[in-house]
């Protein structure tokens, strides 16, 4: 439902939710312009019962994705959504394809919601009861993916799954579920109500953006937080698998280098504390700039509140995720210098000194964990940006 601002001007302000379609393959541009008209249309009338919400159709013409096993990767999309949602001030946007979509763990996926960056993907290819080999049917069609552009939003505005399979955020299992799924109960269109201003996060600033990242930090803390825990650091690490390798690779060298024990036993702790300071800075910065999104401000040089929670989140992300990495490496190497060197070849190995006491083992394992980590963020690097964003950016498979 449009909210006529002239003719009640102290009626709210709206919450925009962009629908913008992106047609990749046109084979028949008629057709899925009319599905997702029609779409558009039921979407608005579902929220009818909250005024401050309205629809806004966008199309962005001609996308060039490359497929991969007959599917396109959802972040492919997501990242030309995510420059068009800051250049076009949005506060939520729905991106509607044509073609089907990959998935991490399912053989096709109907939609892909990101809370983080308040987007959603979703793919009209399977709806149309013609791809099952019935006959086509518009109203059908539009009507299932109505119902999938409010699941996804319900996604963004923070909405779990239900059991009932009539209420919108079913956690639908095939096409046919979208037939039957159909309401949201008044709890749900309470906490729509009362988180809706908080998840638009539609402030935004052009000048003292300095000022205005420091507060968004600080308003959006538990946001920021939410998006880390679903992240979750030690999935992250399973993702990466060359990081891991590269840095186990460089460790195990250096363990058995007598020039490292000369190392540990020369330099004081201080310094080993600020060189794996420094080293975890460094892989994260590094990571950073791998698996971030590039686009940061809009043209007029404005920065929203969107963007500044997504881009903390990840790089909060990825500094979790090497501090597990470095934790894990660093009791790793002290229980190997127990249990592996004996007493003997560690009096004899070093030339600066005997490496034996207990805090020699320990700068020794601090080093062997900061060069490690360090080594596997640049190894890193080539790990699968899909996989590793799929981790960060997306919540689930629809």
Known sequence: MKVDQKANPQSPAPFVVGVMKMEVEGRDSQRFNEVVARAV?????????????RTQSLAFDGPHLTPGAGNYSPLDFLEIGLAEKLERDLPFLLIVTEVDLSSSSLAY???????????????????DPEFWGE????????????????HSFGHLVSLNHERDIANVMYSLEGVEDLDRMGHLTTAQLERIARVLPHEANERSARDDKLM????????????????????NPFRLITRMPT?????LSV?????????TWDVAHAVSMPQIVSFSAVSLAVAVFVLYRAFAFDTLLSRNRRITESTVVTFAAIFLSL???????????????????????????MESWPGAGEATTPIDHLKLS???????????????????RDLVRGVLFILEDT
Do not use: C, K, W
């Open 366 to 384: 601090l080093f062997l964990a900061a060069m490690g980590v360090l080594a596997g963020s640049l190894g890193g690097r080539s790990d699968s």
């Open 135 to 150: 006959t086509h049917d518009t109203p059908r069609t539009a009507a299932r993916l109505a119902t999938l552009m409010l």
């Open 243 to 247: 990081m891991l390798a590269a840095a």
């Open 212 to 231: 205005f990242v420091g507060r968004t930090l600080v308003r959006d803390a538990g946001a920021i937080v939410r998006a880390v825990a679903r992240a």
């Open 109 to 127: 996926t109907l939609a892909l919601p990101s809370p983080l960056t308040n987007i959603a993907i979703l793919s009209t290819r399977r709806l």
């Open 319 to 345: 500094a979790l995720t090497l501090l597990v990495m470095f934790i894990f490496f660093g009791g790793l190497m002290y229980m190997a210098i127990l249990t592996v060197f004996p007493q003997q070849l």
């Open 251 to 259: 460790i195990i060298v250096l363990l058995f280098s007598a020039e």
């Open 41 to 53: 249309s039921e979407l608005q009338a579902a929220f009818a019962q909250e005024p401050r919400l």
